[in-house]
């Protein structure tokens, strides 16, 4: 018999982060800070509208690049928000999540060789994505002498004449690093000399921390015809199982997307999208408030790094910081085995991100103090232990 499976999708390996979790949940008494996912229910007003939509019989397909209702509201909002302004007949799509965005936007974008450009340590998704897109993805090692920052030095280095798409994972996960208007403006000016396209994941906008708050890549000037914009609703609204996203970007990509997602989806789910509308609606005091609970939890983790000697840059973005672990002579594979199996913490190492998260770790503070508490407590008996053994 031939072999039923295709090459391509074989050589693709497993989420680093799941196949780590996968032995977690298998163990007891695990104190978990890795998965990225709010712990705050999403807010009663949306679950509740919703609700009312399913008791009003709002059970139907939609339009397939999402009910115009929610793209005007997604127009309203991006404009609000992000000062870039979108047509919601044309330039908006409503997808299932912010990966299906990422997906479509790759597949629509790429021909076989094109070069997709991927900072790393970011998103597990990318580099697949491109992949199954019949890209070649190029990695650029981001380093935390630049608080992994994309820098233009570092983007000039991996473009090449088959350069086509650049993925913008800011603010970022694992690291939390962002990405401020003047870095920003210095890698337009090379998106815009070497003729690239850009794809801009800002699906934590809503979640930076400091003096900073987040720039939209399409709002600079000259780059909304260059770059597609994912976003969603799973962090900052705490939406994940709800798995609604959405994409802006030029009319002449937004079309050839909404093709693919026609046929490989039809449309996102009609509850998601009617809760969502009432989530842009209605939901700042309620993203506000997420926020500085996240601050609070973030300004907590750094302290007790420090108490516990253990480096780490500060994270301006998501929920996540990402601590180096080379002090201690080990992988980062290697000491996040140990603490899960010797402290029962469970956290991600860095290289599940891209080779050059290796000596660190990710972990999420979108958990409460308390469950933070414990599991800092066990990783500062785990670190003592460590030192003493030196």
Not at 132 to 137: C, I, K, T
Request: aromatic share 10%.
């Amino acid at each position: 018999m031939r072999n039923p499976l295709s090459e391509k999708i074989v050589t693709i390996p497993p989420s680093g982060i799941r196949r780590f979790f996968d032995i977690a949940n298998s163990m007891e008494n695990v104190v978990s800070l890795g998965v990225g996912e709010p712990d705050f229910d999403t807010p009663w007003h949306i679950r509740e509208e919703g609700i009312y939509s399913l008791e009003k019989g709002r059970t139907f397909y939609t339009a397939n690049a999402g009910l115009r209702d929610l793209r005007v509201e997604l127009h309203n909002y991006v404009k609000r928000k992000y000062q870039a302004e979108y047509d919601p007949d044309k330039e908006i799509l409503v997808t299932v999540g912010g990966s299906e965005a990422i997906d479509i936007a790759m597949r629509a974008m790429l021909d076989p060789g094109d070069e997709v450009l991927v900072p790393q340590p970011s998103f597990v998704s990318y580099v697949p994505c491109a992949v199954l897109a019949g890209g070649v993805a190029v990695p650029i090692d981001l380093e935390e002498k630049d608080q992994f920052r994309l820098t233009p030095e570092k983007l000039l280095e991996k473009i090449t004449p088959k350069s086509k798409l650049l993925v913008l994972p800011f603010p970022n996960n694992p690291t939390g690093a962002i990405m401020t208007r003047p870095e920003l403006e210095q890698i337009a000016r090379i998106v815009e000399e070497h003729d690239l396209f850009v794809l801009s994941d800002e699906i934590y906008a809503e979640l930076t921390f400091g003096e900073e708050r987040h720039v939209s890549f399409a709002s600079l000037p000259g780059m909304q015809e260059r770059t597609v914009l994912i976003n969603g609703f799973s962090k900052a609204f705490a939406m994940t199982g709800w798995r609604l996203g959405y994409a802006c970007g030029p009319e002449i990509i937004l079309k050839q997307m909404l093709k693919i997602h026609q046929f490989a989806i039809m449309c996102a789910p009609t509850t998601s999208q009617f809760a969502a509308i009432d989530a842009l609606r209605n939901s700042d005091s309620d993203v506000d408030h997420m926020r500085e609970s996240y601050d609070q939890r973030r300004r907590f983790l750094l302290r007790s790094f420090e108490e516990m000697g253990l480096e780490c840059f500060e994270p301006l973005g998501a929920f996540y910081a990402f601590p180096s672990v080379q002090r201690f002579g080990m992988t980062s594979e290697e000491f996040a085995t140990r603490l899960l199996h010797e402290e029962r913490v469970a956290v991600v190492p860095g290289t599940a991100f891209g080779d050059s998260g290796e000596g660190y770790l990710r972990i999420s503070y979108a958990y409460s103090l308390k469950s933070l508490k414990e599991a800092l407590g066990r990783m500062e008996k785990f670190i003592r232990h460590l030192d003493a053994s030196v």
